[in-house]
C-alpha cells in the first residue's frame, strides 16, 4: 500500500469522529492484501490498542472486524494482541463476543 494512503488510513483510525474510525476499520477487508507485513503488524498493533479505549459500540465491532480480516489473510503475525484483554467486560456485546472468543489464545499472550 501506498504509504501515503497508509498514513491517511492510521490517521482515520485516530480521528475524534466515530464514523470516521468506523469507515477507516470498514475498510482494512478492502486492502488487506495490499499491506506489507510491516504495515499489517504495525495497523494491527495500533487497532489492539485503541480497541480498550473505545467508547462507541459500532466502531469497536469494526475495529475486532479489521483485526479479524487481518488474521483471516495471515497478517497478524507479530501483532500483540493482549491489550485487546483491557476492554471491559461492560463494554463487549453480543456483536462482539465471537472476535473475542477467537482472539483468546492471542489475548492470553499464546501464539
Do not use: W
Not at 469522529?17 to 499491506?35: H, I, P, Y
Not at 503488524?41 to 495500533?46: I, T, W
Amino acid at each position: 500500500m501506498e504509504s501515503r494512503d497508509y498514513v491517511d488510513f492510521l490517521r482515520e483510525l485516530l480521528s475524534l469522529d466515530e464514523a470516521v474510525r468506523t469507515e477507516a476499520s470498514n475498510r482494512v477487508q478492502d486492502f488487506v492484501n495490499l499491506l506489507s507485513d510491516t504495515q499489517a503488524r504495525v495497523a494491527g498493533d495500533l487497532i489492539a490498542m485503541l480497541a480498550p479505549r473505545e467508547e462507541s459500540r459500532v466502531a469497536l465491532e469494526a475495529l475486532l472486524h479489521a483485526l479479524s480480516d487481518l488474521d483471516g489473510c495471515g497478517k497478524l503475525e507479530g501483532v500483540d494482541l493482549a491489550p485487546l484483554g483491557e476492554i471491559p467486560k461492560s463494554a463487549i456485546h453480543v456483536e462482539h463476543r465471537v472476535y473475542m472468543d477467537a482472539f483468546a489464545q492471542y489475548i492470553a499472550g499464546g501464539e
